[in-house]
């Protein structure tokens, strides 16, 4: 089985301010990760996803996020928000192996808001 | 190419009334599958299929069947709407290499 919890369903930051969206997850087999973004009435875009290798993975957008196998986290984070990065950010797992095959199973969302 | 095409983009139903979501692909991709999302709850798996002919229930299958006769189609029937399935759907490919593809959604209302 695998889940995933996202921390705070509401994050507001001011311009410029660091984003930082919280995601763990479990997971029985070694897991794939992913973040995805959701602006409003549109489809979901995929910003970054961790498979294997280097745990600092980085996206779209000046976004990145860390593999931290020890803590099952995989933070979200960007240095310097910016207005457009408003919107509703999904973390997701996929297991690499086992009967999860292809499952994506998604955290509840964070809405991000982001003041001037 | 097109991706995932999902038709249509809204709907209306009233309860009890039946109607089916499409979804076409032309990644030829083997996995598709469908979710809903609803404010609060993320997106959860209704329905899933790893080929053709070969289909298996989500998180949230109650209310919904689905088939899936070739590589490229797999439609989401309800067979009678209920308000608790206003939602968002959406369709989604897996295929390696490529990871996930997602639709551009279909926002039903039951009324």
């Known amino acids: 089985a695998q889940s995933v919890t996202q921390l705070g369903s509401h994050v507001s930051v001011s311009e410029g301010a660091l984003v930082l969206l919280r995601c763990n997850y479990s997971s029985s087999v070694p897991p794939y990760l992913f973040w995805y973004v959701q602006y409003p009435n549109q489809g979901l875009q995929l910003l970054l996803k961790?498979?294997?290798?280097?745990?600092l993975v980085k996206g779209i957008n000046g976004f990145e996020a860390e593999f931290k196998k020890s803590e099952t986290s995989f933070h979200l984070t960007k240095p310097s928000a910016h207005m457009s990065d408003a919107a509703e950010y999904f973390c997701?797992?996929?297991?690499?192996?086992?009967?999860?095959?292809?499952?994506?199973?998604f955290g509840q969302g964070t809405i991000l808001t982001v003041h001037p | 190419n097109a991706g995932v095409t999902q038709t249509p983009k809204f709907q209306v139903l009233k309860t009890g009334q039946s109607m089916t979501l499409q979804c076409a692909q032309d990644?030829?991709?083997?996995?598709m599958s469908w979710y809903r999302q609803d404010p609060g709850m993320g997106l959860r798996l209704i329905h899933y299929?790893?080929?053709?002919?070969?289909?298996d229930q989500g998180e949230v299958p109650n209310g919904y069947n689905v088939s899936r006769s070739t590589t490229e189609d797999f439609p989401l029937r309800l067979l009678s709407a209920a308000p608790s399935q206003t939602s968002v759907y959406f369709c989604?490919?897996?295929?390696?290499?490529?990871?996930?593809?997602f639709g551009s959604g279909t926002r039903l209302t039951v009324v």
């Open positions: 961790y498979t294997t290798g280097a745990t």
């Open positions: 997701a797992v996929r297991s690499a192996g086992g009967t999860s095959y292809g499952k994506l199973t």
């Open positions: 990644m030829n991709h083997e996995y």
């Open positions: 299929s790893v080929g053709a002919g070969i289909t």
């Open positions: 989604a490919t897996w295929g390696q290499g490529f990871g996930y593809t």
